[in-house]
């Protein structure tokens, strides 16, 4: 325990965040009255082991998974504090075969008293979110004869209704199933043709009934996978659209974004954007595709007839681009960079920036955590990009994991070691 947060101010709107991408499944919080001064004061902090899940905050309990030794742990903090509630543990055996860490990718899902979790191996368990007890599970990789993918498993099940949505991918399908929540049992399966992506379902609302879309496509040969429609009373397929990089080892990652009756999906490897729009019907227009704006693992945010978001696959050609949704044009393309001091075998200075970064509005503005540890406050309108302050938390690499906005309270990642040594901490503020 480092400190005590600090009241909240009078006035601020604040929420849980019990999934991935929070409580509107876009990445977008409607907390309010947030300090925009870096680095934020450290509350607390916790030694994880490998993966790069987000955490799940909700009913006064934060849940996060991670991996030391052969064993999966699912640690329940007190948010505010970072004490261990309890913890839950089960024997893996998982290895990354393109060597980034062996740890679950998956984040925790908090709905109605109970935690969803699914390992890297596809263990799937339902705990009680206050005691941690074991409600049911189920091992999806065997029950579906689901061979392990690039990085394993790594997409976040989706709580709809009494529904627990999840991109099994099994060969020859399901692509999709629907369990019950209670129990584990099956309730519908959808789909034959896809593999586990590294997507998350997303739902909506769409012409005033509810849909889940989700953006599959495994390991396959040749590679295979898109958007898929899927009405979650029935698990009924309203539409596919194949969306895939013609190359083997590619991942389909970034997770849809829904908005006015439309539907945005965007892949890395040399794949692109699409824009869809849903008619009543339930049938399904392309309205544009571009090959100017590809992400790779994260997700853009959706505002006022806009998206934004790190378009490159590696670490040296990624970018911060402003797409126009109206029309898939880019309005702007930016890379966020700066000069850092850094130690070791003397002083030397190096320009830094974002990379892939990741994006959460917040507050009128954008939090981004930058791929090698730094935080910033941005300002991204159609008219350009403003950094507003910016801190580096921790100098290391693979900071790809979304951070958690609840109540007030910043919850950042960190995935690996330090690899450099900043001089300072590199914190301004910058004028409006």
């Known amino acids: 325990m480092h400190r005590t947060p600090k009241p909240l101010p009078r006035g601020a709107v604040t929420h849980d965040w019990a999934s991935f991408l929070g409580p509107s499944h876009n990445g977008v919080s409607t907390e309010t009255r947030l300090s925009r001064t870096l680095p934020h004061p450290l509350v607390w902090e916790f030694p994880k082991g490998t993966g790069y899940a987000s955490p799940a905050v909700a009913g006064g309990r934060l849940v996060c998974i ?23 543990r089960y024997a893996t055996a998982f290895e990354d075969r393109y060597g980034y860490n062996n740890g679950p990718r998956s984040s925790p899902v908090i709905d109605e008293g109970r935690v969803y979790i699914t390992g890297a191996e596809g263990k799937l368990h339902c705990l009680d979110l206050a005691s941690g007890t074991l409600a049911w599970k189920r091992d999806l990789r065997a029950e579906y004869k689901v061979p392990q993918d690039f990085f394993g498993t ?24 629907g369990l019950d929540k209670a129990t584990g049992r099956e309730v519908w399966r959808a789909g034959t043709e896809w593999g586990p992506s590294y997507a998350s379902p997303v ?49 389909n990652a970034s997770c849809p974004v829904v908005f006015d009756s439309k539907v945005f999906i965007s892949a890395s490897y ?21 090959q100017e704006f590809g992400l790779h693992f994260n997700t ?133």
């Open 203 to 251: 739902p909506a609302v769409m012409h005033g009934r509810r849909r889940v879309f989700v953006f599959a496509g495994g390991e396959s040969q040749p590679p295979t996978g898109g958007l898929m429609s899927i009405d979650p009373a029935t698990g009924r397929v309203d539409f596919t659209f194949p969306w895939r990089s013609r190359t083997h080892e590619s991942v």
């Open 66 to 88: 991670h991996r030391v030794a052969n064993e999966e742990i699912v640690e329940c903090l007190h948010p505010e504090t970072g004490a261990t509630l309890w913890r839950f």
């Open 270 to 290: 040399r794949t692109g954007s699409a824009l869809l729009e849903v008619r009543p019907d339930f049938t399904h227009r392309v309205v544009w595709t571009t």
């Open 300 to 432: 853009a945010i959706h505002r006022d007839g806009h998206l934004y978001g790190f378009d490159g696959r590696n670490e040296p050609d990624a970018s911060l681009a402003c797409v126009n949704a109206a029309t898939g044009k880019i309005v702007w393309r930016e890379t966020p960079e700066w000069p850092e001091t850094l130690e070791g075998g003397g002083m030397r200075q190096q320009i830094l920036g974002t990379f892939r970064g990741s994006l959460l509005a917040a507050d009128g503005q954008f939090l981004c955590l930058g791929e090698l540890g730094h935080l910033l406050w941005m300002d991204l309108t159609p008219k350009g990009y403003e950094r507003v302050s910016r801190a580096w938390l921790f100098p290391a690499r693979e900071s790809w994991t979304l951070p958690v906005l609840s109540r007030g309270l910043l919850y950042v990642v960190q995935n690996t070691r330090n690899l450099l040594t900043p001089r300072r901490s590199c914190t301004q503020k910058l004028p409006r």
């Open 154 to 177: 790594a997409s976040t099940p989706l709580v709809e209704g009494r529904l627990l949505i999840i991109n099994v991918g099994a060969p020859g399908g399901p692509s999709v199933v």
